[in-house]
């Protein structure tokens, strides 16, 4: 597909991840813009509008990445959102966004478990963004 | 209230009766563990009725008549012990032989009770034992906690040991896949950003391995006379590098001379925590002062930033193990966690204290009390062996 002109949204309080999904999300051809936490990333989104959002669930409160969501999907309703969690592994709480309850409440399209390959993050981008 | 599950064993059905009126509504206080018992009481007439009874469930007292119809009161008692059953028993005997006392003792047997017996006689023995369980509970339960905090511990450890690796395993996929620009200023960046955080990690296992030594006590405490103001000269210039990158001003304010005995290790740690912390939740161009001051036998040693400050809910759960404040002003601060909590574990080695007091945004005073410890044998540092200690 052409990335060229799709702008992506990553939103989290770990700066190595930003940076290494930055770097490679640039490399193939995305534009990308990044926030270190909820705050920012809502002033963010008064001058720009994502295609598509990856946002973390745990930055500045446990359910800060939640939050976003909620607020971004009432700001953009169309706007894809996957959420980033290391919430399995750090508290072996589960959930999953693969059902349309599910879906429901949990408000993201995709949750992926931190952590992760950008492989794994640019399929579910790009099948979000269908292509 | 607490009960206790009673088996009596006897076959004479008066005997079970009138034990059952004597214990009825019958509560024992154990003070040692501050809670009240009652107890619920359950019968059988035979040695084969109860064993069914036990190995369902074992009681916690089991009342158990010598002589019975069929399997014996010791046959009973040797089945339960060599099944290992968790229960407390009082065997009652009408003609206890030495023998028998022997071979029950041997069994397991808790206590005796001698037929015939009065109903306060019951009760007695019964709250003997009871008190006996409760003690027994009250132990398990907080070894039981003490294994819980244990594994916590080590699951909390094990994450916070995990992030920087993930974070370096993040950055040699990026070199390998070869996705980043390939300027040498983009390559540095990465090589630093690994660097910093195989520092972080490298800090964070001393810690661990600092706070292990003293909570295991197993490492010999050196007490000897030490200048604390030699220390914390030396804690500045460790701390310099990162101060002098922010432009932060540490000053030393010390009008005598603070000398007391104390292992030099643990003092080193706990200014070298205590100001590390000052530098980095402070605001670029501000300051550090630590004043060091001794009254009678306690000294005092005091770490003021103006840095981002503390909530009071913050600062209530500060010094615990792997705590790191979470907030907007903290993001790109990285910390082990067990700084503080390795302060206040040094200070109760000195019967003292270690405390915060804040404002947000302004700064964080912490103040650390020791009192000097008792120098009950020669320090090892001492070449004369002749003088006693502490006589120069």
């Known amino acids: 597909m052409s990335t060229k002109g799709t702008t992506i949204l990553l ?4 700066e190595d991840f930003i940076f290494q999904q930055k ?6 051809g995305f534009g990308v ?11 963010l989104l008064t001058s720009t509008r994502p295609d598509l959002a990856v946002l973390d669930l745990m930055m500045e409160d446990v359910d800060a990445g939640f939050t976003l969501c909620y607020e971004l999907k009432k700001m953009y309703p169309d706007l894809p959102v996957i959420l980033v969690t290391g919430v399995t592994s750090e508290t072996g709480l589960e959930f999953d966004a693969a059902t349309d309850e599910e879906r429901s409440w949990v408000k993201a399209d995709v949750l992926l478990d931190k952590p992760i390959r950008f492989e794994q993050l640019a399929r579910e981008i790009n099948r979000l963004l269908g292509s | 209230m607490d009960s206790l599950r009673v088996l009596l064993v006897d076959d004479e059905q008066g005997m079970r009766m009138g034990m059952l009126r004597a214990l009825r509504g019958f509560t024992v206080h154990v003070p040692s563990v501050d809670a009240d018992v009652d107890f619920i009481v359950d019968e059988a007439d035979t040695g084969e009725a109860a064993l069914e009874k036990i190995q369902e469930a074992a009681p916690d007292i089991l009342l158990l008549d010598l002589k019975l119809p069929g399997m014996s009161g010791i046959e009973v008692l040797e089945q339960i012990a060599a099944e290992h059953v968790d229960t407390l028993t009082i065997m009652i005997t009408a003609y206890a032989t030495i ?7 041997k069994s397991g047997a808790y206590d005796f009770l001698a037929k015939p017996f009065t109903p306060t006689e019951l009760r007695s023995v019964i709250r003997k034992a009871a008190e006996h369980r409760a003690v027994t509970y009250q132990a398990r339960r907080l070894a039981e906690e003490k ?12 994450h916070e040991l995990k992030a920087p690796l993930n974070a370096v395993e993040g950055y040699l996929n990026v070199l390998q896949d070869g996705v980043a620009p390939d300027t040498p200023a983009m390559q540095g960046e990465i090589l630093d950003r690994c660097r910093a955080r195989i520092e972080f990690m490298r800090k964070m296992i001393a810690d661990l391995l600092d706070m292990t030594r003293i909570e295991s006590g197993q490492k010999k405490r ?5 200048d604390l103001a030699a220390v914390a000269k030396q804690t500045i ?5 990162a101060a002098a990158e922010r432009t932060i001003t540490v000053r030393l304010h010390c009008d005598t001379p603070v000398q007391m005995v104390a292992d030099r290790g643990e003092i080193e740690i706990v200014l070298n925590n205590l100001v590390s912390n000052a530098v980095k939740y402070n605001r670029d161009a501000g300051t550090v002062d630590i004043s060091l001051k001794k009254q009678g036998d306690e000294v005092i040693i005091v770490v003021a930033d103006t840095g981002i400050g503390l909530s009071k809910e913050e600062a209530a759960k500060l010094f615990s193990d792997f705590v790191r404040i979470k907030n907007e002003k ?8 067990l700084g503080l909590s390795i302060v206040k574990k040094i200070a109760e080695l000195y019967d003292g204290a270690a405390t915060v007091d804040s404002t947000p945004d302004e700064g964080s005073t912490f103040t650390v009390v020791l009192h000097e410890s008792e120098l009950d044998e020669e320090p090892k540092s001492s070449s004369s062996p002749a003088s006693p200690a502490g006589s120069s």
């Open chain 2, 147 to 158: 294994r819980q905090v244990r594994f916590q511990f080590i699951s909390v450890l094990g």
């Open chain 1, 11 to 14: 939103v989290d309080d770990d």
């Open chain 1, 23 to 28: 770097v490679q999300l640039e490399a193939a």
């Open chain 2, 222 to 226: 050196e007490l000897a006379q030490v």
């Open chain 2, 330 to 337: 903290t993001r790109g601060i990285f910390g082990s966690g």
């Open chain 1, 33 to 43: 813009v990044t926030a270190p936490g909820r705050k920012e990333a809502l002033e």
């Open chain 2, 99 to 105: 023998e028998i006392a022997v071979r029950a003792t």
């Open chain 2, 237 to 241: 210039e460790t701390a310099a590098p």
